[in-house]
């Protein structure tokens, strides 16, 4: 139980074009889902935290019209990545949490790659 | 001071040792304690969930939460060349707020 998955795993553009990333919570409702980005042998950081049917709330520096989340329903929430640049590249995660219990499941990640 | 402090490592042990990984902290607040595992490339996962002080134990992992010490302790026995991976301690207070504080991880090598 508590599956939490990511499309694309991997993906290359070229900059200055907008890439989404899917996440699904697959067995669960997920009444939160956040938003991380990990850079090599970094630790994670979080960049949003989002409610289904609410505007996400972003952390402190990171560019909310440049990081669009989406958090449709209870299942699904979108990271779209506009304009990307070389420096966007990273590693992206998502977590879900279903509120039964305190924790949170995370997504494989999606690797970015922007050219 | 950092909320939360792990030593980054690297550790690396033998094959079939016992491996300690430590976290500290410093809110009294935190109740609530995770330990991931995650690997290289990939999304962290959860090994261990715990709630307030005590031990909990799943195979060969057992986590021990001391909250009177701040201190927060995942023990692996018989240690595999498939434990090599990052391990990140995580806490949270609870309430409304599911946002996790997380160590800075501690990456494992077992050796085979």
């Known amino acids: 139980g508590a599956v939490v998955s990511q499309h694309p795993s991997w993906v290359i553009c070229k900059s200055g074009t907008s890439v989404k990333i899917e996440c699904r919570s697959l067995?669960?409702?997920?009444?939160?889902m956040f938003w991380y980005r990990q850079f090599p042998k970094q630790s994670l950081m979080l960049m949003a935290t989002s409610n289904e049917g609410s505007k996400a709330t972003y952390e402190q520096g990171v560019e909310k019209d440049k990081f669009l989340i989406n958090h449709a329903s209870l299942t699904l929430s979108t990271l779209t990545v506009t304009s990307a640049h070389p420096e966007d590249s990273s590693f992206y995660i998502c977590?879900?949490?279903?509120?039964?219990?305190?924790?949170?499941?995370f997504g494989p990640g999606t690797r970015l790659l922007v050219l | 001071q950092k909320e939360v402090e792990q030593d980054p490592g690297p550790l690396s042990v033998p094959e079939g040792a016992i491996v300690s990984l430590n976290c500290t902290y410093s809110?009294?607040?935190?109740?609530?304690f995770m330990w991931y595992r995650q690997y290289s490339r990939k999304g962290p996962e959860l090994l261990m969930y715990?709630?307030?002080?005590g031990n909990k134990e799943d195979g060969r992992f057992t986590a021990q939460v001391d909250k009177s010490s701040k201190y927060i302790s995942l023990f692996i026995r018989d240690s595999q060349p498939s434990d090599s991976a990052t391990y990140l301690c995580?806490?949270?207070?609870?309430?409304?707020?599911?946002?996790?504080?997380f160590g800075k991880g501690t990456l494992l090598t077992v050796n085979p």
């Open positions: 995580a806490m949270n207070s609870g309430g409304s707020n599911y946002k996790l504080t």
């Open positions: 809110n009294s607040a935190f109740q609530y």
């Open positions: 067995d669960f409702q997920a009444t939160t």
């Open positions: 977590s879900a949490t279903s509120g039964v219990i305190r924790t949170q499941y």
């Open positions: 715990t709630y307030s002080s």
